[in-house]
């Protein structure tokens, strides 16, 4: 478990933290879920972009990661066996 | 176990052989699989044709929802010519993992912010199909 960081975090670190998110969001088995995943992390990052306290919501995002990876496993265990209509391509 | 070999014995069959093989085709087929064990397109990966490599990434900038797909040329930054932050430049990064199949890592990632330097990393990547 690391220890939150007292100093902002960097540019880098954060469009990491991002990107993570991204990763995560494409494990989840459930179409809805997976997009779902990638629209709140999207919305979030553009929402906090002047936030006052980088810091708190960089900690925030860093939970939330957790909880997303630990929820994309869950999720994989009960998979829907069908697809969904949005991500039939024909 | 004696009783299991005595058995053995006692089963063995002899093997005729039906067909005497063409030497050379032994010789071709065992070279042929050193061939594929040493060369197979798995292990070496292929390296994919710089102009077709453009122009499926063409294809992915022009479909993200921000970009108006006229700006986009072979050597389009993202942020200074299309006018994409840096979220926006990981989303596009993540689009071109999907659409190539493989993984770009972090530190390489960071780095590709225009699609000359997207085809230059894709194009000299064996893994990208």
Redesign the interface.
């Known amino acids: 478990m690391s220890v939150v960081a007292a100093s902002a975090p960097s ?2 670190e954060v ?2 933290l ?2 993570s998110f ?2 995560v969001a ?1 494990k989840f088995t459930d179409y809805n879920i997976r997009e779902y995943t990638k629209r709140r992390a ?1 919305d979030a ?2 929402q906090n ?1 002047n936030v006052s306290d980088p810091c708190a919501a960089f900690a925030d995002g860093k939970a939330q990661l957790e909880v997303a990876s630990r929820q994309a496993v869950v999720y994989s265990l009960y998979a829907p066996k069908l697809k969904s209509v949005m991500e039939v391509h024909n | 176990m004696a009783a299991r070999s005595v058995m053995l014995k006692y089963l063995r069959v002899p093997v005729v052989q039906a067909v005497q093989p063409n030497p050379s085709s032994t010789f071709l087929s065992s070279f042929n699989a050193i061939r594929r064990r040493f060369y197979s397109e798995e292990v070496r990966g292929t390296f994919l044709d710089k102009s077709e490599v453009t122009d499926r990434i063409i294809n992915v900038v022009k479909n993200f929802q921000k970009v108006d797909p006229s700006k986009v040329s072979p050597d389009a930054h993202f942020q200074k010519d299309l006018g994409l932050d ?2 926006d430049a ?2 596009i ?2 689009a071109l993992e ?1 659409e190539f199949g493989f993984e770009i890592p ?1 530190n390489e ?2 780095k590709i912010n225009s699609i000359g330097l997207a085809v230059d990393f894709i194009s000299s990547h064996p893994q990208a199909k």
């Open positions: 540019r880098a469009l990491q991002y990107r991204l990763r494409r999207t990052f553009r972009r | 840096s979220l990981v989303e990064v993540m999907e972090d990632a960071d």
